[in-house]
């Protein structure tokens, strides 16, 4: 669904006054006060003045350091497995033999739908995500939305194809032709972030507008 520049900037707009109407202070004004919270500075907004010392005792930084280090230390794991699929000691010796011998020789690798062929294929995706994560800088995505979410109450995690990844990888045997391509992750801001429909819960029948 392609739009106008007037239509997109149309939808910009509703985005904002919906944004701002929620609370008592809107979610931009609500955010910064937020975000000077956990920095310490505690008073933004009273008109105390200056004519005394104002007391700082930032406990709000301390429990959210707290909490968010006990979540951390925790790392995210992702495990690829197939329903009807046994994953036993004997099958990972089994895999890691295939493994072995795929690497001498690519064309052993049948396609043919056996347990040993599927488990070898999630070993395969398991792997990628191992590498794809330490590519991206997954835990410190993660560490930017947790804190994202203790500020403001909200994470966005972008994830996305680009094109101009470089894979280290060649369609051809002389290394001529480079295979480019590969996901992307980032942290967005929620101040950054349009749903189409704020009413819906689930953001896969939505197209968000990303600023």
């Known amino acids: 669904m392609n739009f106008s520049p007037e239509q997109i900037f149309e939808e910009y707009k509703k985005g904002v006054a919906f944004k701002s109407s929620i609370g008592a202070k809107g979610l931009y ?21 200056n004519d005394r010392p104002l007391v700082r005792h930032n406990i ?36 890691k033999q295939k493994r072995k011998e795929l690497s001498e020789n690519p064309v052993s690798f049948t396609g043919k739908r056996d347990d040993n062929e599927i488990s070898l294929m999630m070993s395969a995706l398991n792997d ?11 835990d410190g995505v993660a560490e930017q939305a947790l804190r994202d979410a203790y500020i403001s109450g909200t994470a966005v995690v972008y994830t996305y194809w680009n094109p101009l990844v470089s894979t280290g990888l060649y369609a051809d045997d002389y290394h001529t032709t480079a ?8 942290t967005l801001s929620i101040e950054n972030v349009y749903f189409g429909d704020p009413y819906i819960s689930d953001i896969r029948f ?6």
């Open 128 to 138: 990628y995500q191992k590498v794809t994560a330490e590519r991206v800088g997954f």
């Open 60 to 95: 709000i930084k301390r429990i959210g350091d707290y909490k968010m280090s006990a979540i951390l230390s925790n790392k995210i794991e992702i495990n690829y497995s197939a329903d009807g699929v046994p994953n036993t000691l004997n099958m990972r010796k089994s895999v």
């Open 206 to 211: 939505l197209q968000p507008l990303i600023l």
């Open 29 to 49: 004004e609500q955010s910064r006060v937020n975000e000077r919270f956990f920095v310490g500075d505690q008073w933004y907004g009273s008109k105390c003045g």
């Open 179 to 186: 295979i480019k391509g590969d996901i992307e992750c980032e």
